[in-house]
């Protein structure tokens, strides 16, 4: 059997596919990185400065405590009226075995409408801001707090998941040291 008159058909068949697909391909959605990590000291605002975290109606967003070993015990929002939140496993109750029970991800969307909750939120708390606080509890049952500030109304997020790491695991640079001129056997005496 000879299979080369169906290839040169199947290779002429997928040049003006290709041609006729570019200007759909230069049009295209950027595709956004799916992770970006942040340290545990970090994303608890050791520093002073509360994590800014992106979300869009358009785009759900995970954040993930999985490779920090703690379980989520409790999450508020600031402003729950803009922002559902489901997670990979259900919250403890008070008191329950952390075997038992415990969720490890957080699945936030923003929703496209605010729910009309009759909060009476001050104006600056109806803007494109919020508050998260997640309370966890990790070996020994230390109990650590994080609180992320959301930024809503992204067009386009940088990322769909938000992975909480041991500072370790963050990726440090080498930090930057001034070239040392050449030393030379000149002393302050001489001119």
Known sequence: MNFLPCRKYAISGIVPFLVLSLPAIAHAEPIFPAKRQIGISQAMGVSGVTSLVSLSPVQSLNISFIKTGEIIKKVWLGNPSK??????????????????????????????????????????????????????????????LYQFQLVLNVPTPAYSILEVVPDAQIPRLAPLTPNAPAQTNKTSLDF
């Open 83 to 144: 922002v559902v939140m489901d997670y990979d496993s259900p919250l403890c109750k008070d008191g329950a075995n952390d075997s038992n029970c415990g969720a490890t991800v957080i699945n936030l969307r923003q929703l496209a409408q605010p729910l009309d909750l009759d909060m009476n939120l001050s104006a600056s708390a109806r803007g494109d801001l919020t508050s998260l606080t997640v309370i966890t509890t990790g070996a020994g049952g230390l109990r650590n």
